[in-house]
């Protein structure tokens, strides 16, 4: 069973549109993340969420919303996409923790790429 | 949050050893020091993590000084298959759970 998953894998679409990407875990993780990981592979944390609640909020356009509609899902929807969006998003969850140590479990990715 | 700071790209050639430095000067004091090890078209995967001194598990071996301000992942005898990114990662699931810097990544290409 695939631990974080993600759909779709590849999402191709026009400047102005609006898209979502679904992210999925079945680890029983309280935290999730968003990242973005541009063509230089530079790996970007967007938003953190745990327990549904929004913990980080990245430098971020406000375009981009998360939504958390429980322990298990974070989805990522984008308005009024742009050339600049295109990149490959990935989704993370990692156990909540009494201490500081943690493991991060990412999801394949999701190319988009905005034309 | 702690910055950290990589090789962008090493070199190796089947069954050699690797080391990978990260330097990260900010560290916190809660901060743990994590790796994970990236292929083409998958998302990183955990490979080892360390808070100080030296940890080893099936895959690697991270060496940590005492000042915590950088950090060493060690492959061991590389083969082929270890071509991938390799991402140092300070930070920790604190009460701002999940504040974590990812480094730039090093890009390892193994040769045969």
Known sequence: ?115 | LAKTTQPISMDSYEGQEVNITCSHNNIATNDYITWYQQFPSQGPRFIIQGYKTKVTNEVASLFIPADRKSSTLSLPRVSLSDTAVYYCLVGGHNTNAGKSTFGDGTTLTVKP
């Open chain 1, 1 to 115: 069973d695939t631990a974080v998953s993600q759909t779709p894998k590849y999402l191709v679409t026009q400047m102005g549109n609006d898209k979502s990407i679904k992210c999925e875990q079945n680890l029983g993780h309280d935290t999730m993340y968003w990242y973005k990981q541009d063509s230089k592979k530079f790996l970007k944390i967007m938003f953190s969420y745990n327990n549904k609640e929004l913990i980080i909020n990245e430098t971020v356009p406000n375009r981009f919303s998360p939504k958390s509609p429980d322990k298990a899902h974070l989805n990522l929807h984008i308005n009024s996409l742009e050339l600049g969006d295109s990149a490959v998003y990935f989704c993370a969850s990692s156990p909540a923790s009494a201490g500081y140590k943690y493991e991060q479990y990412f999801g394949p990715g999701t190319r988009l790429t905005v034309t």
